[in-house]
């Protein structure tokens, strides 16, 4: 009797501490249900968010390949060089630089046919003073070739073809998790970049046009008289051949 009772305390103690040691077990696994664990993605899943289009500044370069025995434009170089005095109004943030090749065999006919150009871009309706002509020492010394450019405002993504991570089956946690491949996307969005007419409009839309008035007020007026504001088109089947699905 005077042995048991002298374990008691003992014993109690031990259930005490298993007791608070299943306590704090408890409330560590419910604890882990109701925490938000924040998953840090390494790769987006967006391919807009992996290959992001930027808006920069380049160049539009346009070349002309003037032969030794020749100072003047070929009729498709004149046409070449019009186009690129009309695109310059419409995108350009400088002016034209007319690079001519110096030290080399048609060193000579290039400078012949750079007042040939900047003629050409004058006739144009380029300003005369935003049209520099300068020199430039080319690497090939026979033949090197007449250049005519200007900046822009262009977008660009990329670079494509970067493969980080194998697709293979690995030991990679990407792989188990199923998430877009690193080049996937890419040559969408390069593509897209290289399609823009305006590179402000992935930044901000357009102002909108006045509408057509003449046309409202028709419309308009039609609506109020119960007509039917439809177009009416008097010779519709001029031009048919067929009533297949008529």
Same mark, same amino acid.
Request: hydrophobic content about 40%; some cysteine; glycine content about 8%.
């Given at each position: 009797?005077?042995?048991?009772?002298?374990?008691?305390?003992?014993?109690?103690?031990?259930?005490?501490?298993?007791?608070?040691?299943?306590?704090?077990?408890?409330?560590?696994?419910?604890?882990?249900?109701?925490?938000?664990? +924040?998953?840090?993605?390494?790769?987006?899943?967006?391919?807009?968010?992996?290959?992001?289009?930027?808006?920069?500044?380049? +160049?539009?370069?346009?070349?002309?390949?003037?032969?030794?025995?020749?100072?003047?434009?070929?009729?498709?170089?004149?046409?070449?060089?019009?186009?690129?005095?009309?695109?310059?109004?419409? +995108?350009?943030?400088?002016?034209?630089?007319?690079?001519?090749?110096?030290?080399?065999?048609?060193?000579?006919?290039?400078?012949?046919? #750079?007042? +040939?150009?900047?003629?050409?871009?004058? #006739?144009?309706?380029?300003?005369?003073?935003?049209?520099r002509v300068r020199s430039y020492q080319p690497d090939e010394v026979k033949f090197a070739p007449l250049k005519?450019?200007?900046?822009?405002?262009?977008?660009?993504?990329?670079?494509?073809?970067?493969?980080?991570?194998?697709?293979?089956?690995?030991?990679?946690?990407?792989?188990?998790?199923?998430?877009?491949?690193?080049?996937?996307?890419? #040559?969408?969005?390069?593509?897209?970049?290289?399609?823009?007419?305006?590179?402000?409009?992935?930044?901000?839309?357009?102002?909108?046009?006045?509408?057509?008035?003449?046309?409202?007020?028709?419309?308009?007026?039609?609506?109020?008289?119960?007509?039917?504001?439809?177009?009416?088109?008097?010779?519709?089947?001029?031009?048919?051949?067929?009533?297949?699905?008529?």
């Amino acid at each position: 009797m005077t042995i048991a009772r002298r374990a008691r305390p003992g014993f109690r103690h031990a259930a005490l501490l298993l007791r608070a040691a299943g306590c704090i077990v408890l409330a560590a696994l419910l604890s882990g249900c109701y925490t938000t664990r +924040e998953v840090t993605d390494t790769v987006p899943t967006d391919h807009r968010l992996r290959h992001p289009i930027s808006i920069q500044e380049g +160049e539009k370069t346009v070349v002309l390949m003037i032969g030794n025995q020749r100072g003047t434009l070929t009729p498709v170089q004149r046409a070449d060089t019009v186009a690129l005095a009309r695109a310059w109004k419409r +995108e350009a943030t400088g002016g034209i630089i007319i690079d001519v090749p110096t030290g080399g065999g048609n060193a000579r006919s290039a400078a012949e046919a #750079a007042r +040939e150009v900047q003629s050409l871009l004058v #006739a144009a309706d380029v300003p005369q003073h935003l049209v520099r002509v300068r020199s430039y020492q080319p690497d090939e010394v026979k033949f090197a070739p007449l250049k005519v450019k200007y900046t822009r405002v262009m977008a660009d993504a990329g670079p494509c073809g970067l493969w980080p991570n194998d697709l293979g089956v690995s030991g990679d946690p990407l792989w188990f998790e199923n998430r877009p491949y690193w080049n996937l996307g890419c #040559a969408a969005q390069r593509n897209l970049a290289a399609m823009v007419d305006n590179p402000a409009d992935l930044i901000q839309p357009r102002g909108e046009t006045p509408v057509y008035a003449a046309r409202r007020s028709q419309a308009l007026d039609k609506y109020r008289r119960g007509a039917s504001s439809a177009t009416a088109y008097p010779n519709a089947n001029d031009g048919k051949i067929s009533d297949v699905g008529r």
